[in-house]
């Protein structure tokens, strides 16, 4: 059967479900919000990506079988000499109009493999410089090579999430005899990250060592001559890049001066990320919304206040529930009565990977004041996975830990460890407002305010990543405050916590007195969806980069 897709797209992740382990972050949530909406709309998409075996213990592997389909075709690999098999497993992604998109992974736990070639996709991301850019190759490299022996042979657009998949470019300068031209016609990039750490960079020692025969002579000239930057040789084989928010464009310009930048905004799959109560809601007041969720800017108009408020209250209600059965939440020895949650009490939600530019003590920078604006008006969710082995993230962790046990009998803290989809939508449906504080600019965009918005959260945000545009289009969805990168040794932090409690102290008098304006900021939250919405995104993709210009 010839396949039609006329567009690869490649990424490390992608988030579709809790028992896939394919994900770690961000960056999965997006590629399978994306891929969603390319279903819907039947988009002519494939995605390419790796599946993670994670242990050879009985019990503990990840079973493959129970959710994707092999293929009787491999493919290899070469990695110092050794020629490594590669599984190809399937998944069709069904969308609303009973069209699919197939999503190709691949996978090194061959039983022909020797152990240490089987474990190059053991683990998603991968510590040692040699695995990762095993995975590098494989995704790229291997990836072509199974759309290739897959009869995929309709693509005009290969498309890399991030430099993880660059090296597909080598395969295809290879596959046109060297013309790079050619190859640039057929590639496009989406950059996720401001953060220098977020660009991967491999010595050229290990990597001539490792995959030499898939290096071209004139890979410096891509790759820079230091060492091999996966984002260097994806934006240098690329006919466009782009980033993912209006002011994380003018970051990657001033980070990539030799190179020119499209922006599509990110958005969020509406249908994965709407509270059963508010979905009932949206279903009455918008027929057909999550086909066209561009109808939800008129929230305003169409939806009854007080019945946007009675919906998100019942989501709340099970959120709080939820909390107050799970005591290791608490970081206290006996809990008592008043440390469980309540319904009533003004609920803020924070869940950010553990790395030092989401500040996640930020809140807790002037104790005295926060005390006496929140003394039991507030209480605090801190969500994130934190590893045993992560001693920044158990350092950040002990430390919410101590402010916790400073304000117990007069703010409420929560703190979870483990955060997943499932997690994720029970405190995006139920918390009241939405904290983002990191350093500007190093948030690309963030998409977890959008999904508390569509839920009728409030944000509560530095002006940084798609907040900035969210702000804009809408000031009553939300509190705003700082965008200024400071100069070292200047204390920003105080800065920004200080503009924090600020917006903090209006937002809490709001929520307890001023509820008619409340309720109708919610409603505005809700309409910012009708635009940030992966329906959007994917339809500016096809137009800005996955469409060759002829």
């Known amino acids: 059967m010839e396949k039609l897709q006329t567009t690869a797209y490649f990424s490390m992740e992608i988030a579709l479900q809790d028992a896939i382990p394919n994900y770690a972050g961000g960056l999965g949530i997006l590629a399978g919000d994306t891929l969603h909406s390319c279903a819907d709309l039947g988009s002519d998409v494939v995605g390419v990506s790796l599946i993670y075996h994670q242990s050879e213990e009985e019990g503990k592997m990840f079973n493959a079988e129970e959710f994707l389909t092999l293929h009787d075709e491999i493919v290899e690999v070469e990695i110092e000499g050794r020629n490594v098999k590669i599984m190809l497993w399937e998944l069709a992604l069904k969308g609303r109009s009973e069209k699919s998109i197939p999503i190709i992974f691949l996978s090194s736990n061959h039983p022909d493999n020797k152990k240490w070639d089987r474990d190059l996709t053991k683990y998603l991301y991968a510590a040692d410089r040699y695995t990762r850019l095993g995975q590098e190759l494989i995704l790229g490299i291997a990836g072509v090579r199974a759309l290739e022996i897959l009869g995929y042979n309709k693509l005009d657009t290969y498309h890399m999430n991030e430099g993880h998949s660059s090296l597909l470019t080598l395969e295809l300068l290879k596959k046109h005899n060297h013309d790079a031209k050619k190859v640039r016609d057929l590639c496009t990039f989406t950059t996720h990250t401001p953060v220098p750490a977020g660009h991967d960079h491999f010595e050229y020692k290990l990597a001539y060592s490792t995959i030499h025969k898939a290096l071209p002579l004139e890979i410096k000239e891509y790759a820079t001559y230091e060492d091999l930057s996966t984002t260097d040789l994806a934006l240098n084989l690329s006919r466009v890049s782009n980033s993912v928010s209006a002011k994380h464009r003018e970051v990657c310009e001033g980070m990539f001066p030799r190179h020119d930048f499209e922006n599509v905004t990110n958005g969020i799959y509406h249908p994965r990320w709407v509270g059963g109560e508010i979905k009932t809601l949206l279903d009455e007041a918008f027929a057909g919304w999550e086909e066209k969720p561009e109808l939800l800017k008129d929230t305003t108009e169409k939806i009854d206040s007080q019945a946007i408020v009675a919906a998100h209250k019942k989501q709340k209600h099970e959120l709080v529930d939820w909390l107050n059965s799970r005591k290791e939440l608490f970081p206290f020895e006996k809990i008592e009565d008043d440390d469980s949650f309540g319904v009533k009490t003004l609920t803020i939600g ?161 929520y307890y007195n001023r509820t008619d304006e409340w309720a109708e900021r919610m409603k505005n939250a809700i309409s910012l969806v009708g635009h940030f919405n992966t329906h959007r995104l994917v339809n500016e993709y096809q137009e800005k980069i996955w469409t060759p210009k002829n």
């Open 350 to 510: 924070f869940a950010r990977r553990y790395v030092p530019y989401k500040r996640h003590t930020l809140i807790f920078k002037d104790m005295e004041r926060l005390r006496n604006m929140g003394y039991r008006k507030i209480q605090l969710i801190f969500a994130g996975n934190c590893h045993e082995g992560d001693s920044f993230c158990n350092q950040i962790k002990q430390e919410v830990e101590r402010y916790s046990h400073m304000l117990r009998g007069q703010i409420r803290v929560a703190i979870l460890t483990e955060y997943n989809i499932e997690v994720a939508k029970k405190l995006i449906t139920g918390c009241d407002v939405w904290l983002n504080n990191p350093i500007p600019p190093r948030e690309a965009s963030g998409t977890s305010g959008m999904k508390a918005a569509l839920n009728g959260g409030l944000n509560l945000s530095i002006l940084d990543g798609w907040w900035i545009e969210g702000y804009n289009m809408n000031k009553k969805a939300g509190w705003a405050f700082g965008n200024e990168a400071f100069s070292e040794g200047e204390d920003q932090d105080a800065h920004d916590s200080k503009a924090l409690l600020v917006q903090l102290e209006d937002l809490i008098d709001c």
